[in-house]
């Protein structure tokens, strides 16, 4: 069974702190995403990364950053947290050997509240 | 209008009903569909793919309608464990990593 880690299920900070939400899978996927997810908006896709050192903005990247030094591991950087980044954050990891009827496969999740 | 639109319910049901709900596409491109069911409080997971001559997985049905462009999930026999959110999953073929989901029809299933 692929597995997908994050580093913190549940995380609080203050504005204008410098927040990392870290993802790893294990399973040797390429592609790698974070994505925020809203009452009422849905799963909003921030960044993906398709290989090492290798990412694409998503919809909605300001305030955020990413980085992919390893395979397995795609962290997420607010670099000042602010009120209107409390959300919950979630990674997912795909593969695209199997073409695009892979699926992908979520992490648990962190719920970030920036006080 | 949104890439892909969900009604957001929530469908309050009866234990042993059947229910339905649709999802809406725009881009007339979009080749992989799937249904993921997303718990209160925990990730999505994948419930099934959409294909083109539809699937069935147990008392889950899901369809594909390309002209009217919809997708369409199908609980028969519903029971109380089935009380989840739906997302609607939608992939343009252009990009193999722009996946789109929709914002979830809320399903309650009472006793």
């Given at each position: ?6 580093s ?5 900070k ?7 939400l ?5 399973m040797?996927h390429?592609n790698?995403?974070w994505?925020?997810q809203d009452?009422g ?12 050192k290798?990412?694409e ?6 305030g955020?950053?990413v980085s992919r030094e390893k ?7 607010l670099?000042s947290?602010?009120t209107?980044?409390?959300s ?5 990891s795909?593969?695209?050997s199997?073409?695009l ?5 979520f992490?648990?999740g ?6 | ?6 009604d957001?319910?929530?469908?309050n049901?009866p234990?042993?009903?059947t229910?339905?709900f ?9 080749q992989?569909f799937?249904?993921y069911r997303?718990?209160?409080r925990?990730?999505?997971?994948l419930?099934m793919?959409?294909?083109s001559?539809?699937?069935e997985?147990g008392?889950?049905t899901a369809?594909?309608?390309?002209a009217?462009?919809?997708?369409s999930l199908l609980i028969?026999?519903?029971k109380l464990?089935?009380s989840?959110?739906?997302l609607?999953?939608v992939?343009p073929?252009?990009s193999?990593?722009k996946?789109?989901?929709g ?8 006793p």
């Amino acid at each position: 069974d692929v597995k997908v880690t994050q580093s913190s299920r549940y995380l609080v900070k203050r504005t204008g702190e410098k927040v990392f939400l870290e993802c790893v899978q294990d399973m040797d996927h390429e592609n790698m995403f974070w994505y925020r997810q809203d009452p009422g908006l849905g799963l909003r896709l921030i960044y993906f990364s398709y290989d090492v050192k290798m990412k694409e903005k998503g919809d909605i990247p300001e305030g955020y950053s990413v980085s992919r030094e390893k395979k397995e591991r795609f962290s997420l950087i607010l670099e000042s947290a602010s009120t209107n980044q409390t959300s919950m954050y979630l990674c997912a990891s795909r593969t695209t050997s199997g073409g695009l009827q892979e699926t992908q496969y979520f992490g648990p999740g962190t719920r970030l509240l920036v006080l | 209008r949104k890439e892909v639109e969900q009604d957001p319910g929530p469908f309050n049901v009866p234990e042993g009903a059947t229910v339905a709900f649709n999802c809406t596409y725009s881009n007339s491109a979009s080749q992989s569909f799937f249904w993921y069911r997303q718990d209160c409080r925990k990730e999505p997971k994948l419930l099934m793919s959409v294909y083109s001559s539809g699937n069935e997985d147990g008392r889950f049905t899901a369809q594909l309608n390309r002209a009217s462009q919809y997708i369409s999930l199908l609980i028969r026999d519903s029971k109380l464990s089935d009380s989840a959110t739906y997302l609607c999953v939608v992939s343009p073929y252009s990009s193999a990593s722009k996946i789109i989901f929709g914002s979830g029809t809320r399903l309650s299933i009472r006793p």
